[in-house]
């Protein structure tokens, strides 16, 4: 494997385990932190707070200098929270080579317009290099990358030769890279997964049982289904890496914020309560309102979302809008 040079564009806890994955294979990393401070802590301790105990190889350098991390990098890769994209990356895209390859890894939906990344990126990068991007998603806990434990991801892209030369500059013995031209099914899956989580955390918090959770879990696959289906994306997609495989992990994983999220709601915490005592973005809170809206948009069925929106942006108490969920009208299971 040929050593590459790589910015890791965001210092949250994934953005640091994609940094120690790259440098630990050799790779020249150049990690950016936008608050200088905590790239300084960063500089000074070789650690970051959002993955302690994980130190970071030399290989990595850690600036809050965008120009410096992104100029003359072949491969750049954009972990920010997905409602920052347009700040940081669009500010980025004038010191982008033009042969730069663009690697998505963050999940959300775009507020402003109800469209998933890739119309972002389309809309702040050259042409050329939005037609390039590709974009990573799949049930990956930051943590678990961070110790070298195995592994399964999914990278789309629209241009066959920038998703191959991606896959097989950035794939490790421990960390599967597979492929796919699905680029929109993918961008949906992996936002959309991230509201049934938090519905599957608060049917756990209620002490609802695995019942209850397989059923959300299973039901909202199916929700996730229809949506991507009436936007273009293909069925499979969504029983793969970043559609089923997602979903399982960050319905059912300790490690996962949305899903903590939901549980704390299920305990009676209301939303300031909670987003006041996190220290890092659950994208869910954030797509649960932009999907709300896109459903009813292109006139999908969405129930579990539309429950979600209920509770955490219109303030309906948690039991009340379940019980509205329960008392839906059965339909078949295909339906």
């Given amino acids: 494997m040929s050593v590459e040079d790589i910015a890791v564009v965001g210092a949250g806890s994934y953005g640091t385990c994609l940094a120690l994955l790259f440098g630990k294979a050799d790779h020249n990393v150049s990690f950016y932190c936008r608050n200088a401070d905590k790239a300084a802590e960063m500089i000074a301790t070789r650690e970051s707070s959002y993955l302690p105990g994980h130190a970071l190889p030399p290989s990595v350098r850690v600036t809050s200098d965008l120009e410096s991390a992104v100029r003359g990098k072949r491969f750049i890769l954009g ?12 500010t980025a895209a004038p010191w982008m080579d033009p042969d730069a390859i663009v690697i998505n890894a963050s999940k959300g939906l775009d507020e402003s ?9 389309a809309a702040i990068l050259p042409p050329r290099i939005a037609a390039r991007a590709t974009y990573l998603s799949g049930p990956t ?15 789309a892209g629209r241009d066959a030769a920038s998703t191959k030369a991606a896959q097989e500059a950035l794939g490790t013995l421990h960390f599967r890279i597979y492929t796919t031209d699905d680029v929109l099914g993918v961008l949906v899956g992996g936002a959309l997964k991230n509201v049934i989580a938090i519905a599957a955390g608060v049917s756990d918090g209620l002490g609802f049982g695995s019942n209850a959770r397989v059923a959300i879990m299973t039901r909202g696959l199916a929700e996730i289904t229809r949506i991507g289906l009436a936007l273009g994306a293909h069925a499979l997609t969504f029983a793969g890496l970043s559609g089923m495989g997602d979903l399982v992990l960050t319905c ?26 996190m220290k890092m973005v659950a994208e869910g809170v954030k797509t649960t309102k932009v999907a709300h809206a896109l459903a009813q948009k292109i006139g999908v069925d969405a129930p579990i979302t539309d429950v979600m ?27």
């Fill in 309 to 335: 929106h209920a509770i955490m942006h219109e303030g309906v108490p948690v039991r009340e809008a379940i019980q509205k969920l329960l008392a839906r009208t059965p339909k078949g299971e295909r339906d």
């Fill in 141 to 155: 806990f930051a943590n678990e990358i961070a110790l070298g434990d195995p592994a399964a991801i999914v990278l």
């Fill in 252 to 277: 059912s994983g300790d490690a996962s914020r949305n899903r903590r999220v939901g549980l704390a709601l299920g305990r009676g915490k209301t939303m300031p309560e909670i987003l006041g005592e």
């Fill in 113 to 121: 317009t109800l469209q998933t990344i890739d119309s972002v990126y």
């Fill in 79 to 90: 972990v920010t929270p997905s409602h920052g994209i347009r700040d940081v990356l669009g």
